[in-house]
């Protein structure tokens, strides 16, 4: 190794939801400091819940982040379900798992297309695209429009769903909506073969960059699992859903807001490249086709590849949502009243959101007051990781100019696709 | 000359910020008629000579407060931006609690390594021009706002109870389905989204001005309804003015 000074300090990262900062010190090839610092402003949803009522608990939940607000929601109705012991009607889980397809396509699509196609493509944001490539942005905004309005057929709402209640829905899509959506995922399919040459075209871009860690995903025998699952991880087998504990286990480190979590190594990933790398042989055909044309296989240990295996989850989301239309086309749309009764006890719901697995555990009165709350944000548990690759990748590029050093290291941060105010928004609440 | 645009965001989800992303192919109209040079959420380069400042999200903390003044100080008009920046949000139900407490339920014996304060609306920390309200925001009333500012006219934005656009909707009245709803004091301008829905309406817009809650109240109490369980309701996302107001 060359005797190298870098100094790097990005304050504020960009193209990220949410406030981290980059520092990189090197004094004569030796690092003194290689740091994923958290900054976000905590806002305390502990405090926030504690004494509220079940029937408060999605809405007030949902606005710990704008981008997965549906997940947010599911799990939180999951884990008051749990409590409750309520089990939904059929038609009300596959109503929602239309739903939680519509925002993994919208999320994703905002990730690779938004955030981390401007780096691909050597510029700083999307807007000098619509100069330069101003058919592939149209279709980015077509596909994200249509993820859109699957959650607004659904939901009531692109962002913080109004429709989704405990034991069911306050008001059901048209089938008439449904039916003319259907007809528009073909395009919406041709759309994103479109984006995926794209990306296939700029390959050689993504950092060649393998860290092999742990990858934990939700997974089940029957589906490529999103809306429910046991935990998997590939280090240490699967659990159920409510022994979350045996994986997850959390700590405070001073640098950031967010709390970190590990299992059996210093770290471990989670989104949709552990969901691959974990339940790859489940995704539909067209999925499979995208992941081959994109040369990902697995399992997979370069992060950088996180948003391939993005992309081959928006045609899998794509796919699952016409067949989940036909099912729900086929045995009709039946108006349910939601019936709960409350009770006190104990609800874990878990779901894999965008960035990766979710879980709500909530703890009830008999009144149905939340007494204790803990929630484990997808992105706090990438923190660790997204530290040890860049502990392991600086030391790899430091012969490079100070520029490139420092974008690659931008580059890396992104590819998680962070979710920052949700990992600085943690509940932990227990109710004296 | 485009009036330069820049876009900023303190404590919240961000969703407000990403309903300007969902005005998809009007974004890229919107880009073609201002000039953004500062978002952080979706692109690199910064500026600090803008215009027009948008601001999402509520301030939580002291050391936030400085780099508000200086978007102010650096903008000729400042937008507040859903419902965290215009009326503090859901970020102000931590404002009815103990926030040691609150600290040290988190954090634990790490408490002292991070700083908050109550939540707060921007407008608490400097002056704002003009507020798009809501949780999240409503696209299309974002856009007649920019439309507005960049034509030089005043927005508008309603100023009589949620009500109003409910009846214009049809909609049957969420108080005969037995549900509690916020609409006779939140401010209309969404459509009356949630009742819509088939859901109530939670008051995210924030009230209007002089709401009667007396009035509200006894309605609710026709229908059987406790007080309690109305107040509990506003402090959704009221805490801010409920604790300001005692």
Known sequence: MKSVDVSINVHHLTRVEGHGNIALDVKNGEINKCLWEVVEAPRFFEAMVRGRKWNEMQEITSRICGICSISHSLVSLKATEAAFGITPSEQTVLLRKLLDHGENLQSHVLHVCYLVLPDLLGVGSVFPLIETHKQAVLIVTRVHRLANELCDLVGGRTTHPITVTVNGFTQLPDPKDLQAFRKRCEDGLADLQTLADLVASLADKLPDFVRETEYVALTSKEHYALYDGDIASSDAGTVPADKYKEFVHEYVVRHSTAKHSKNTRDSYMVGALARFNVNHELLTPGAKKVAEQLGLKAPCHNPFMISVAQLVECVHSVEESMKLIDILLDRGLKTESPVVDVKAGRGVGVIEAPRGFLVHDYEYDRNGVCMTANCVIPTNQNHGNIQKDMEALAPTILDKPEKEIELTLEMLVRAYDPCISCSAHLMKVRRK | ?246
């Open chain 2, 1 to 246: 000359m485009k009036p330069k645009v820049g876009i900023f965001d303190f404590a919240s989800c961000e969703g407000c910020e990403l309903q300007i992303v969902n005005l998809e192919e009007d974004v890229v109209g919107l880009v073609s008629a201002v000039d953004v040079v500062s978002f952080r959420e979706a692109m690199k380069e910064h500026s600090d000579d803008y215009d027009i400042a948008i601001v999402e999200g509520s301030i939580t903390r002291q050391s936030d407060e400085a780099r508000l003044k200086n978007i102010r100080e650096n903008a000729k008009i400042v937008v507040a931006l859903g419902a965290c920046a215009c009326i503090g949000g859901i970020n102000a139900l931590k404002n009815t609690k103990d926030l040691d407490e609150v600290m040290k339920i988190v954090y634990g014996d790490k408490a002292d390594w991070f700083e908050t304060y109550p939540a707060r609306p921007i407008d608490a920390v400097v002056k704002v021009d003009y507020y798009v309200p809501g949780c999240p925001i409503d696209r299309t009333e974002f856009l007649g706002v920019v439309k507005s500012l960049l034509l030089g006219k005043e927005p508008e934005i309603p100023n009589y109870p949620l009500c109003v656009e409910c009846k214009l909707a049809e909609n049957q009245c969420v108080f005969e389905k037995d549900m509690f709803c916020l609409g006779p004091v939140t401010r209309a301008g969404c459509n009356a989204r949630c009742p819509s829905s088939g859901s109530d309406c939670v008051g995210c817009r924030g009230l209007v001005d002089n709401p009667n809650k007396e009035a509200q109240k006894e309605v609710l109490e026709k229908f059987g309804l406790t007080v309690d369980d109305v107040l509990a309701r506003f402090t959704l996302f009221g805490s801010y003015q409920e604790v300001n107001d005692k």
